[in-house]
C-alpha cells in the first residue's frame, strides 16, 4: 500500500501503463426518513443509492417508504448527471431463505428490475448483512444471487453493488467470485469500535489490506465512512457539531466520529491507494456550510482553490503558460510562476468534477482554444464551456483533463514537444499529468 501523503503530493517516474484513468465515485446513502433531497450537494456526487426497498424470502418486494422523495431522487439526480441506484436490504435469514430458493430468486430479479423500471433507476445494491463463511450454503447462494443478478442488471446496462463489512467474520462470507458480478463494493469501514477512535484512518488499511488480499481489485473498492458518531449512531455529524463538537475533531463526550481532517485524511488514502472511490453513510447527516464533510472530502479529491502544477508522465517536464502570451506547454525542468495554475470550481454549472485553471502569472483562464481544435492557452478573462475542464484521478497523484466543450482528453502532444491540445479520446501516458499541490 502506497504511504499516505496530505499536503504536497507529486509522484514522478510512473509509467503511462498505470494511468489510465478511472473515475474516482463519491457515493451517498440518502433514507427515505433523514434529510431531503432539495439539500443534496449533488455536484459533489456520481452516485446516490436511496435506503431501502425490502424483499421478502419468496422474492416478493414490500412497498417502497416515501416513494415521492425516491422519484425526487431520480428527477434531481438525471438532471445534474448523477446515476440512482436503490438499495435491497433484509435480515439476514430472509436473504438466506430467498438466496436457497431458485424460483425465489428470479421472482426477486423480475421485481427488482420492474421496480428499477417504474423508477428509472441506474441500478441496485444488495445489502446483505452479512453471509455466513464458506462451508456454509449462505455463502455460495449469496454469490449465486448476485452472479444471476449481475447477468440481468448488466445485460440493461445498469449498474450492481454491494455493501460488505470492512474485515474479519462479517466479511469472510464473501467469496472471491463475487468480484466478478458487482461494479464496486461498498466497504462499510464504520461501527467497527466504540467511542473515541471509531472508524479510524487506520481501519481504512485494514480494510484496504483484507479486500486486496482476496483479490479485490482497487477499482472495485469503494470506500464507506461514517457521516455519525458512535456508540450506535445516536447523533449525525450535523448534531454532534451543534453540540459543541470540533469539526475537526474525532471525538466528543464519549462519541467517536470522523471531522473534517480524518475525512479528508482518508479521502487522499483512498486516491494515493487509486481505489474505485468513497461512500457516506449517510448524506442527512451532513453538516453545512463550511462544516460541511462532503465538501471537505470533495475538496481533496478535486483540489478547488488550490494552486497547483502539472508534470507531463512521458517527458517528467512542466506545464507552463507562456505568460498567456503563447499557447501551454510541457517543456519546463522545474515549477516557478509560469507553471502555476488555481483549480477553479465549475461544478455548480457544469457537475461534479468541472473545474476551470487560472494562470497564476497573467489571472487569465486557460481554454480549449477553437473548441478544442487549437492548442491550449492562457488568455481568457473568464471560464466558460472552452475554459472548462473535467477532472479525473488517474491515480497515484496523477490527472487527466477532459475538454468539456469537445470531451476529448489534454494531451502533452509529442511527447510534450508541440503545445498541449484537447484533441485525444482515450487518455494514456501523454495525456497524464503528475500534480503538484503548493
Known amino acids: 500500500m502506497l504511504a499516505l501523503v496530505f499536503g504536497f503530493i507529486l509522484l514522478t517516474g510512473i509509467q503511462s501503463s498505470l494511468a489510465q484513468p478511472l473515475q474516482f465515485k463519491v457515493v451517498g446513502f440518502e433514507t427515505s426518513w433523514d434529510g431531503s433531497v432539495s439539500s443534496i450537494q449533488f455536484n459533489k456526487l456520481t452516485h446516490v443509492i436511496y435506503a431501502f426497498l425490502i424483499p421478502n424470502s419468496d422474492g416478493s418486494l414490500q412497498a417502497i417508504d416515501n416513494p415521492s422523495k425516491l422519484q425526487s431522487l431520480v428527477s434531481a439526480g438525471h438532471a445534474a448527471g448523477v446515476k440512482v441506484l436503490i438499495s435491497c436490504q433484509a435480515p439476514a435469514p430472509t436473504w438466506g431463505a430467498l438466496a436457497y430458493n431458485a424460483s425465489y430468486i428470479s421472482a426477486f430479479i423480475n421485481n427488482v428490475e420492474n421496480f428499477v423500471s417504474q423508477y428509472g433507476l441506474d441500478g441496485v445494491d444488495i445489502d446483505w448483512e452479512f453471509p455466513s463463511p464458506a462451508p456454509s450454503s449462505s455463502a455460495s447462494n449469496y454469490a449465486n444471487l448476485l452472479s444471476q443478478l449481475s447477468s440481468s442488471l448488466h445485460g440493461r446496462g445498469l449498474l450492481l453493488t454491494a455493501d460488505v463489512a470492512s474485515w474479519g467474520t462479517e466479511a469472510d462470507g464473501v467469496l472471491s467470485s463475487v468480484f466478478n458480478s458487482v461494479d464496486w463494493l461498498n466497504i462499510m469501514d464504520y461501527d467497527n469500535s466504540n467511542g473515541v477512535g471509531q472508524s479510524t484512518l487506520a481501519s481504512v488499511s485494514t480494510a484496504l489490506n483484507y479486500w486486496e488480499g482476496k483479490g479485490l481489485s482497487a477499482s472495485k473498492a469503494v470506500m464507506g465512512v461514517p457521516f455519525y458518531g458512535d456508540p450506535n449512531g445516536q447523533y449525525s455529524f450535523a448534531q454532534l457539531i451543534s453540540m459543541g463538537a470540533s ?182 501516458g501523454w495525456e497524464t499529468f503528475n500534480v503538484k499541490l503548493w
Open 247 to 428: 469539526p475537526y475533531g474525532d471525538s466528543w463526550n464519549g462519541y467517536g466520529y470522523n471531522g473534517i481532517t480524518t475525512i479528508q485524511q482518508k479521502a487522499q488514502l483512498c486516491l494515493q491507494d487509486n481505489l474505485g472511490g468513497m461512500m457516506i453513510w449517510e448524506l442527512g447527516n451532513d453538516a453545512t456550510g463550511s462544516d460541511s464533510l462532503l465538501s471537505a472530502m470533495y475538496a481533496v479529491i478535486v483540489p478547488i482553490g488550490r494552486t497547483i502544477s502539472l508534470q507531463a508522465q512521458n517527458n517528467g517536464e512542466w506545464v507552463s503558460s507562456n505568460d498567456g502570451n503563447s499557447p501551454l506547454i510541457a517543456n519546463r525542468p522545474a515549477a516557478n510562476f509560469w507553471e502555476q495554475f488555481v483549480v477553479v470550481d465549475e461544478s455548480s454549472t457544469y457537475g461534479y468534477g468541472h473545474i476551470s485553471l487560472q494562470a497564476t502569472v497573467n489571472s487569465e483562464y486557460v481554454s480549449a482554444d477553437n473548441a478544442g481544435s487549437s492548442p491550449l492557452i492562457a488568455n481568457r478573462a473568464s471560464a466558460g464551456t472552452w475554459e472548462t475542464f473535467y477532472w479525473q484521478n488517474a491515480g497515484y497523484g496523477a490527472v487527466s483533463l477532459q475538454s468539456y466543450i469537445n470531451g476529448l482528453w489534454v494531451c502533452a502532444d509529442n511527447d510534450g514537444a508541440s503545445p498541449l491540445i484537447a484533441n485525444r479520446t482515450i487518455p494514456q
